[in-house]
Every structure is written in C-alpha cells, then in structure tokens.
C-alpha cells in the first residue's frame, strides 16, 4: 500500500528477453532493444539494471513477485500472456508461466489470457483452453504479428468481423469480459499503422456487454484515445510505460494525464507499471507523493490530480473494472509473506535471492 492506499498494477510481464528465445530474427532482437532502452531511459539511478546483458534474460515469477510485493507498494497485480510466438518461441510472457503465477500466488495476482487472433480458429481453441485452466479475467491482444525472418508485418483490427468479433464472441461466452490491447506504442522499428486507437470504436460498439482496455494509453495518439474513452461507457486505458514517464520525463507524463483527463475524467484510468520493463517504485512514489499537474495543464484537465483522483487511477477504477473485492484480498495478504519482508524494511532494488517468497 501506499498513504494507507490499496494499489492494483494493471500489467506485469515475467519477460523472456534471453537472445535464445528469438525467433523473427532482427524483430525479435529490435523489440527487445526497446524494452531495453525503455528500462534504461526511464529508470531512476538507483532502480536501473546496469548491464544490458543483466536485463536481457529470462525472469522468473519469484523474481517478478519479489519487485512487486517486497520491494514497491503494489498489493495485487495483473499478469499477461503474451501471444507473440511469431516473434519469439515461448511468446515472450508464457502461457506456463502465467500458469504457475496463478498456481503460486493466487491472492496476489490475477491472470490475463492471451491469443493470437489471426490463427483463426486455432486461437479461438486455445482461448478455450486457456479460460479453463486460467480462470483469467481478462483476455490480452496484440494488433499484429511477424511471420518469419523477412518483414511481413501482417496487422489485424478490432473491428474486423471475420478476425475479432469471433474471438469476442467466444470471450463473452466464456465469461471473459475484460479484452486488453497493445496500442501506442510500436513494438521495435515497425510501421505504426496497427497502433493506433481508431478501430476501437466499433468493437466497443458492437460488444456493449464487453470492457476495452486501451494499454499504453497516452503514449501516443492522445485526443484519439481520450474520444474513445468519452464517447463508449466500455472503454478504459491503462498507463503501462506512460506512467513510468513520471520517473525522467515528468512533462511528457503530465501533458499525457491531462489530455485523458480532458476527455473523460479519472475514473476510466487505471495505473500499470509493465514490470519487469522498469521497476514500479519510483514512479508510483512520485506519482502519489510529489506530482500535481502544472497550472497551464490544469487548465486543460479541467481539475488537480487530487488524493482521491489518484486514489482512483491506483487501484480503486481497477477494482471496479475488474470486480476485485479489495477488502477480501486485503484480508487475505495481510499476513502474508510477502506482507511480511514488506514490512521488515525497503527491499533493494532486484534483490530476489532463492528462499524468498
């Protein structure tokens, strides 16, 4: 917790970013580099990893839930699958690993499923088996995929109804109501076309009973993405990467904030730090201790990042867009081990050793 506040990370990756695990050539090699660079350019000096090599490896849940939950604030967190297989051989977040953070730590974490779309009916099998094993709450999207070495960059959009409205349809009857997508940010040195937020719309439209969640809300395409959270009930965005922008890059973070505020209030916006792609503690410590919007941008939000507007973005719009009973968990983690290290001192930085929680 932090000032006595319950906070939900919206998404977390356990990577595998190990060159070993690369299978579309430069592509994998250049999505890496930027979560690298990402890692290396937002971090504050005393929660950077200081070798590229050091960072580029394969993490572990234990690793994962050690930064979480002993050395930041967070209280519960949202991991993913990552359905990139095209790009590298486990996915880059495995369906097993996800599995065994589930198996592990069930009070602490839930579970996004994730699929690839284009593989048709193969995808919409696999959502099968995932729903039944995972129990997810929500199901994790990625605009496009890489098919082998050479660059065909083959995209897909969220209102195609021969691609995305079965998968949907299947979500809705397996009881899945949170669908989660990849926009704004490129993944590597790719076109930007499958990134952007305006297909949206029309799934929202046509999947009322259904929430979207726009992930790396922000980052780009600002006024697009904030129209889509005002005009449709069911849209919502998540600030994995922009909110580590606080850390090095506060103005950009605040320009961000300000224009989804602009747009739709705070209650559709909800915080994720993308763990393990930078460490959570520094931003969610700025963000709830130090940071308020600048006159010029208040002026533009139409209000101040309040306690309780930041209250809400750190855990209480999660709460409510996922169905999180937050004091039946709270209860549950109260004397948990990892409550327990937590409460022993602040943890250094990446300080997992084996025989911790």
């Not at 926009?183 to 029309?202: F, N, R, S, T």
């Not at 103005?251 to 602009?262: C, N, V």
Request: negative net charge; charged residues 20%.
């Amino acid at each position: 917790m932090i000032g006595g506040n319950f906070v939900i990370d919206a998404v977390t990756h356990a990577y595998n970013l190990h060159p070993s695990n690369y299978r579309a050539g430069k592509y994998a090699a250049s999505l890496a580099q930027l979560i690298w660079g990402l890692h290396s350019g937002l971090s504050g000096d005393s929660h950077r990893v200081p070798e590229e090599r050091l960072f580029l490896k394969n993490w572990s849940v234990r690793e994962l839930a050690h930064i979480l939950f002993v050395e930041s604030g967070i209280d519960l967190a949202v991991h993913h699958v990552l359905p990139l297989q095209t790009l590298y051989t486990d996915g880059l977040c495995s369906y097993e690993k996800t599995l065994e953070i589930k198996r592990r730590y069930p009070d602490r974490f839930l579970v996004y499923a994730g699929v690839d779309p284009l593989r048709g009916t193969a995808a919409l099998e696999d959502l099968e088996k995932q729903a039944e094993e995972l129990k997810p709450s929500g199901l994790k999207l990625y605009p496009a995929a890489w098919l082998g070495d050479s660059f065909r960059h083959t995209g897909w959009r969220m209102d195609d109804p021969s691609i995305a409205f079965p998968l949907f349809e299947r979500a809705q009857k397996l009881g899945i109501k949170n669908i989660a997508v990849h926009k704004g940010l490129p993944m590597g040195a790719v076109p930007i076309e499958p990134y952007k937020v305006d297909d949206i719309g029309g799934a929202a439209d046509a999947f009322p009973d259904l929430n979207f969640e726009i992930v790396h809300g922000g980052m780009a395409f600002l006024d697009e993405t904030g129209m889509q959270l005002s005009l449709f009930p069911n849209v919502y965005v998540n600030l994995e990467v922009t909110g580590a922008l606080i850390v090095k890059r506060e103005r950009w973070f605040a320009e961000s904030l300000a224009a989804l505020l602009k747009w739709a209030g705070p209650a559709k916006i909800m915080w994720g730090s993308g763990t393990v792609f930078c460490h959570p503690e520094p931003a969610l410590q700025k963000f709830w201790n130090d940071f308020q919007l600048p006159d010029d941008l208040v002026s533009v939000a139409g209000m101040q990042v309040t306690p309780e507007v930041k209250r809400m973005i750190l855990g209480e719009n999660y709460a409510r867009y996922a169905g999180v009973d937050v004091e039946a968990v709270k209860a549950r983690i109260a004397n948990d081990a990892f409550s327990k290290a937590r409460a022993r001192g602040d943890a250094t930085p990446y300080s997992f050793q084996e025989g911790q929680p």
